[in-house]
């Protein structure tokens, strides 16, 4: 607990000293003791602050994780032991990662509590960057009764908040663009999988059938010819690149695509992530290229969000990087998104192998290319719409 003197009470000490200084030079006692009673308020003022924020509670109920651009309302709560007026409750909330801003401090007001009251006060916020941030600590301070000097109790209560990246909406040139190539993945992955596919039950022979499917022990034992039968794939896996290259002078607009990029992703994740089955990976290379693959879920929706949160950008990395790092963890038979800032030239995606894409893939054939530098990605993406 520290004491503070107001711009108010430097005026009244600055008072004070005069007089003070007047009676000692000229020896007149009735300004002696006219400086004595001035100093009765100052001290009455340090007492009751320091009276008042002994023992008081302070909590802060807070979402760990919300989404750029909506508000959140973050409540207060304040109780003591003895009657409490004008007490100040300031929140603060600095930012981790991203780009560096000065920190804010909302603050509450809690008029008039009685003694052993619970106050309950809330203020809103709402963050327009993603990102990291620390949240607290919690500072209380009271100016009552004269307002000469501050009174203030630093309660350290801190916590982490994750802002996600703020979701749009997929128009439907996007949605027939995606549908288009999943449904040439399942072509290919129906091929194969009747070579390679998992064997699971028998079948009459069908014409057209291939003679290397034929299960000649059963057939031979049920007088009629008997093909396996293999599962094909009903999900649609997807491996999602992007690319946060960035010039070394960026401007606003470059910034801004940047995070438009960000945007389209997590909307993607979303909405891919929703239905069951499918195994997703998200590669994505700022500073470092983090990688996050498993099946589709609300935990990996959680992981996805948490990974294009804290994602940063870049200068010097190749391309190539981002497309061998993926390529080794990529589910088979997945449709291929890269979305970046810059150009991939074509000799770049033929002479990167996803093993992970099946046998006899040499290139990303299946890979769709978003440039968010570009007016393309608003012919997919509206960020402007909840998605």
Same mark, same amino acid.
């Given at each position: 607990m520290r004491t503070s003197i107001t711009r108010e009470g430097a005026y009244f000490l600055f008072v004070l000293a005069f007089v003070l200084t007047g009676a000692l030079l000229r020896e007149i006692n009735l300004m002696?003791?006219?400086?004595?009673?001035?100093?009765?308020?100052? +001290?009455?003022? +340090?007492?009751?602050g320091r009276r008042m924020l002994r023992e008081v509670q302070i909590a802060r109920a807070a979402p760990d994780v919300v989404s750029a651009g909506e508000t959140v309302v973050v409540q207060i709560s304040l109780s003591g032991k003895r009657r409490l007026c004008a007490i100040q409750v300031e929140d603060r909330l600095t930012a981790i990662s991203g780009d560096s801003a000065a920190p804010l401090r909302p603050t509450v007001l809690f008029p008039v509590l009685a003694a052993g009251q619970p @106050?309950?006060? #809330?203020?809103?916020?709402?963050?327009?960057?993603?990102?990291?941030?620390?949240?607290?600590?919690?500072?209380? #301070?009271?100016?009552?009764?004269?307002?000469?000097?501050?009174?203030?109790? !630093?309660?350290?209560q801190t916590r982490e908040?994750?802002?996600?990246? !703020?979701?749009?909406?997929?128009?439907?040139? +996007?949605? !027939?663009?995606?549908?288009?190539?999943?449904? *040439?993945?399942r072509q290919s992955q129906r091929r194969q999988a009747l070579s390679e596919g998992d064997f699971y039950g028998l079948r009459d022979w069908r014409g057209g059938d291939s003679r290397r499917h034929i299960h000649w022990r059963t057939s031979a034992r049920r007088g009629n010819l008997m093909v396996r039968q293999f599962e094909l794939g009903r999900h649609q896996h997807l491996a999602l690149l992007l690319d946060l290259w960035q010039p070394?002078?960026?401007?606003?607009?470059?910034?801004?695509?940047?995070? +438009?990029?960000? #945007?389209?992703?997590?909307?993607?994740?979303?909405?891919?992530?929703?239905?069951?089955?499918?195994?997703?990976?998200?590669? *994505?290379?700022?500073?470092?290229?983090?990688?996050?693959?498993?099946p589709a879920s609300a935990a990996f929706v959680r992981g996805a969000f948490r990974q294009l949160a804290l994602a940063t950008t870049h200068t010097s990395r190749g391309p190539s990087e981002l497309l061998a790092g993926a390529a080794a963890r990529a589910p088979s038979h997945c449709q291929w998104i890269l979305v970046s800032l810059r150009e991939y030239p074509k000799e770049v995606l033929n002479?990167?192998?996803?093993?992970?894409?099946?046998? @006899?893939?040499? #290139?990303?054939?299946?890979?769709?290319?978003?440039?968010?530098?570009?007016?393309?990605?608003?012919?997919?993406?509206?960020?402007?719409?909840?998605?």
């Open positions: 002696l003791i006219l400086a004595g009673m001035m100093i009765g308020p100052l +001290w009455f003022n +340090w007492r009751i @106050g309950r006060a #809330s203020y809103r916020i709402r963050f327009e960057r993603r990102g990291q941030y620390t949240v607290g600590p919690l500072q209380a #301070s009271t100016r009552f009764p004269l307002g000469l000097a501050r009174t203030s109790l !630093r309660v350290p908040l994750l802002v996600t990246p !703020r979701l749009g909406k997929l128009t439907p040139q +996007w949605k !027939r663009l995606f549908q288009e190539a999943a449904q *040439t993945t070394p002078l960026a401007d606003d607009d470059a910034r801004q695509q940047v995070e +438009w990029a960000v #945007s389209f992703a997590a909307t993607l994740i979303a909405e891919v992530g929703r239905g069951g089955g499918s195994r997703l990976l998200l590669a *994505t290379m700022g500073s470092k290229i983090d990688l996050l693959d498993g002479s990167a192998s996803p093993k992970a894409n099946g046998a @006899g893939s040499p #290139s990303f054939r299946r890979l769709i290319h978003v440039r968010a530098d570009t007016e393309q990605l608003f012919d997919y993406f509206d960020p402007c719409q909840a998605g």
